[in-house]
């Protein structure tokens, strides 16, 4: 089984800095077949990030995601007080799988 | 506008089998590049990818719980089912259903308990 390790497992940033959020897997994901999702307290998950770097629809240009292979970074610009939340990485490869997902919290 | 809304039992038995219907519209499984997804995730733990359904009848599953799982289609009705057979209390967690991934449910919520 592909495993995804995040890092690290609770960041505590003030409104306006930047985070940096780390994915890694244990073997090559597929094609970059990479994903992450915000979610919030009492909600669904958002999607975020396809494809590794390719924001979804309607998320603000200050996410962005980079990587390949086994080495993935979700960045959040000038943090908002809305993106405090809990991030997943995904690989949607043969067996799909989640990292177990880094929490953004005021600091 | 695509949305998808979870249903089924807030309470089973152990042992029991969990049926969940996902029922979903703004699009249509017979629409090639199009699937559903079903994820759950136990109280206060990470997202956990269960089974999903493509436009073709391709399925595919997790292969920790292969064994209790299945997934089907209704195209008529705009519906997919997932059954979970012999379930645990640790099969409770909020069960959603997501459109390729990029649309999800709210999400329902299942404990197993006697």
């Known amino acids: 089984e592909l495993v995804l390790t995040q890092s690290p497992g609770t960041l505590s940033l003030s409104p306006g800095e930047s985070a940096t959020l780390s994915c890694r897997a244990s073997?090559?994901?597929?094609?970059?077949?990479l994903a992450w999702y915000q979610q919030k307290p009492g909600q669904a998950p958002r999607l975020l990030i396809f494809?590794?770097?390719n924001r979804a629809t309607g998320v603000p240009d200050r996410f962005s995601g980079s990587g390949s292979g086994t080495d993935f970074t979700l960045t959040i610009n000038r943090l908002q007080t809305e993106d405090f939340a809990v991030y997943y990485c995904q690989q949607d490869g043969i067996s799909p799988t989640f990292g177990p997902g880094t929490k953004v919290e005021f600091k | 506008q695509v949305t998808l809304k979870e249903s089924g039992p807030a309470l089973v038995k152990p042992t029991q089998t969990l049926t969940l219907t996902c029922t979903f519209s703004?699009?249509?499984?017979?629409?090639?590049?199009?699937?559903v997804t079903w994820i759950r995730q136990p109280p206060g733990k990470a997202l956990e990818w269960l089974a999903r359904?493509?436009?073709?009848?391709?399925?595919f599953y997790n292969k920790s719980l292969q064994t209790r799982l299945s997934i089907s289609k209704d195209t008529s009705k705009n519906q997919v089912v997932l059954t979970m057979t012999n379930v645990d209390p640790m099969d409770t967690g909020t069960y959603y259903c997501?459109?390729?991934?990029?649309?999800w449910g709210q999400g329902t919520t299942v404990t197993v308990s006697s």
């Open positions: 997501s459109r390729n991934m990029d649309v």
């Open positions: 494809g590794a770097s």
């Open positions: 073997q090559n994901v597929r094609s970059n077949y």
């Open positions: 359904i493509d436009w073709d009848d391709d399925t």
């Open positions: 703004g699009f249509s499984l017979k629409t090639s590049g199009m699937s």
